[in-house]
């Protein structure tokens, strides 16, 4: 799948529907509460995707606030354009965490979710975040760790093979228990650690697993280590699974609320 922040318009729909999930929607608004944020607040969203994040965090700071969308992707900013071209206090932008394109100490919040998982200099990505606070601003960074992932299948040994493969597509498949001495690295304190579990026991179109299941099947498919065939077996093991009443599928990412110092 070459890069994984660099989506075409097939993958970023694929994306999409990830987010259109309820526990993906849970999640976000998790983020939402942990930030608390305020009327008023000027908020940014690094790594937009495809708009479900702006859209929301412009509903919570209202019309006197400002929320701005950075993503590296210009077929997520279109997705995200179509869904926040109504929403005056928010605006897009084509950027890059490790470079935001935002002067210094003009966000009173900023939210990164399974967003520095995927970059290769997780540090300079935080120190960008730390740049773009005012003193006093808060952040919510979200990452996982694909230890916490606990998927059940008939064949546990494929199910290893593939997830063993699917480490490969980000730089830090592990950075949401790691985290932790890069944000204060940058000077952030961080105020609050807070685990967002995700338990499914059904795969079907509006299942988080099961969007996450399409996406590995095209990753694995393209992966030396596994290939077309195996990765399609993959499926149908879940696929089995769920017919018997047997899915199980448990994941959790961290969050982190840090706050730059006065």
């Known amino acids: 799948m070459g890069d994984t922040l660099e989506y075409d318009e097939k993958e970023a729909r694929q994306e999409a529907a990830i987010y259109r999930t309820q526990a993906a929607a849970d999640r976000r608004e998790l983020v939402r509460e942990t930030l608390d944020l305020q009327r008023g607040d000027r908020v940014l969203s690094i790594g937009c995707g495809p708009g479900f994040e702006p859209a929301e965090l412009a509903g919570a700071v209202g019309e006197s606030g400002y929320v701005h969308g950075i993503d590296r992707s210009e077929a997520m900013l279109t997705l995200a354009n179509q869904r926040c071209d109504d929403l005056p206090q928010a605006a897009l932008s084509k950027g890059n965490a490790l470079d935001l394109p935002v002067a210094d100490e003009s966000f009173d919040a900023a939210v990164a979710v399974q967003v520095f998982e995927y970059l290769d200099r997780v540090d300079a990505a935080v120190n960008e975040l730390a740049r773009v606070l005012r003193p006093g601003g808060r952040a919510v960074v979200c990452d996982a760790d694909f230890d916490s992932l606990v998927w059940r299948s008939p064949n ?52 988080f697993a099961y969007h996450l299941m399409e996406f590995i099947k095209d990753y694995a498919a393209n992966h030396d280590s596994i290939g077309s ?9 879940l696929r089995e699974h ?10 959790t990412q961290y969050l982190y609320r840090v706050r730059k110092s006065k």
């Open 229 to 237: 065939d195996e990765a399609s077996a993959w499926v149908a093991d």
């Open 156 to 207: 546990p040994a494929r199910m290893e093979r593939v997830l063993d493969a699917f480490d490969d597509h980000c730089p830090w498949p592990h950075l949401g228990s790691r985290l932790a001495p890069l944000l204060r690295d940058a000077g952030l304190t961080i105020e609050r650690v807070e685990p967002n579990t995700m338990l499914e026991t059904r795969l079907n179109d509006e299942s």
């Open 242 to 251: 769920e017919e018997n009443g047997a899915t199980f599928f448990n994941f």
